[in-house]
């Protein structure tokens, strides 16, 4: 997949989009990648604890995420997720804290790293079990359907995710009734540790929206501007009531599955094909080279993030955690059990 990558790179189209819209995608894409590098240094130092997953490599789809839908849309996505919900709008300050387990987080403090939440966002997490929010994703686009708004649900999901039951019933059902929902597939080519290759006949993940003549496609996911034309045309054909559409984003994860994986299933060499395409790097070449902005403005936006993540540490750093007697506030649970009375 790589080598088709790079050939695409090279043909990438000349800048038709505002300087506006190229610094935001700047902007969002290297404030996930900073974000998640102060995390990974977090958690080396114990600061965060228990399961985590990164979103490095993979920063074009949140850019695209800011400009190809609505902030009206809903969202629901599975547990590499932090990248998302900062393209959502949820700040870094509150992101950390929740990575912290301290009360001033998003879900304050009691999510953690897969269970990022934000009503305010239409951003519906960040949800750790293996494609449970495809039907999740479903189920909301129906609500819109049902209230007859304009809206659209994104349900984002991985290759490996993509070979649940669930996926296949939800589709039959989202095309029967021709719900408002995009699918993606964010496919970085391994489900934890094993290559779609090695779990499926079907390399080419989009293809499977065709048993249930759902409208599909693939895009270069290494690039933000054909991602954001990719989602686009999606989100457009979903709004003009013609129902679901799958998208698959071909991709790549610098990092391991989580943190606690070494990545070896993988060689260098490939490694550092994908880094050769790295989404920021070349977005940053293409505003410099067509003189879109200037390395002053870049080196602004840098500066800003620079102190905004280093603030955010310091927040976690400083906050409460949660008080005990809030373990059951916030939670579906039943008054009659004996333990709680």
């Excluded at 990558?5 to 506006?20: H, I, M, R």
């Excluded at 404030?31 to 604890?49: G, H, P």
Aim: aromatic share 10%; glycine share 8%; hydrophobic share 35%.
């Amino acid at each position: 997949m790589a080598e088709v990558l790079k050939k695409a790179k090279k043909t990438s189209a000349k800048s038709k989009y505002d300087k506006k819209t190229y610094l935001k995608w700047f902007e969002v894409m290297q404030r996930v990648r900073w974000f998640e590098e102060k995390t990974l240094y977090a958690y080396s130092l114990q600061k965060i604890r228990g399961f985590c997953h990164v979103y490095i490599g993979q920063e074009a789809i949140a850019g695209a995420l800011t400009s190809a839908i609505t902030p009206d849309d809903k969202l629901v996505t599975a547990y590499r997720q932090h990248g998302v919900a900062l393209a959502r709008g949820l700040d870094s300050n509150s992101c950390m804290a929740e990575l912290y387990g301290k009360a001033t987080g998003c879900v304050k403090g009691k999510g953690g790293s897969m269970h990022f939440f934000s009503k305010e966002h239409n951003y519906f997490g960040g949800n750790g079990i293996v494609g449970a929010q495809i039907p999740i994703g479903t189920g909301m686009a129906l609500a819109e359907k049902y209230r007859k708004t304009k809206n659209l649900c994104v349900t984002m999901f991985g290759d490996g995710a993509a070979r649940q039951g669930a996926l296949y019933e939800a589709f039959n059902m989202a095309m029967t009734w021709k719900l408002p929902v995009l699918y993606i597939v964010e496919n970085n080519g391994y489900a934890m540790g094993t290559s779609i290759e090695r779990t499926s006949n079907v390399h080419e993940i989009h293809k499977v929206g065709r048993a249930f003549d759902m409208p599909s496609s693939s895009v270069d996911g290494m690039d933000v501007i054909k991602v954001h034309e990719a989602m686009k045309e999606a989100a457009d054909h979903i709004r003009s009531g013609k129902g679901p559409y799958f998208l698959e984003i071909n991709t790549y994860r610098y990092k391991g599955h989580s943190v606690s994986d070494p990545g070896k299933y993988r060689t260098k060499e490939e490694l550092n094909e994908y880094k050769a395409l790295d989404p920021i790097k070349t977005l940053e070449e293409k505003i410099l080279s067509e003189k879109i902005a200037t390395a002053k403005e870049i080196q602004k936006i840098r500066d800003m993030l620079t102190k905004e993540i280093d603030d955010a540490m310091k927040f976690a750093e400083e906050s409460e955690y949660p008080l005990s007697s809030e373990l059951y506030d916030d939670n579906y649970i039943q008054k009659d059990y004996p333990f709680l009375s």
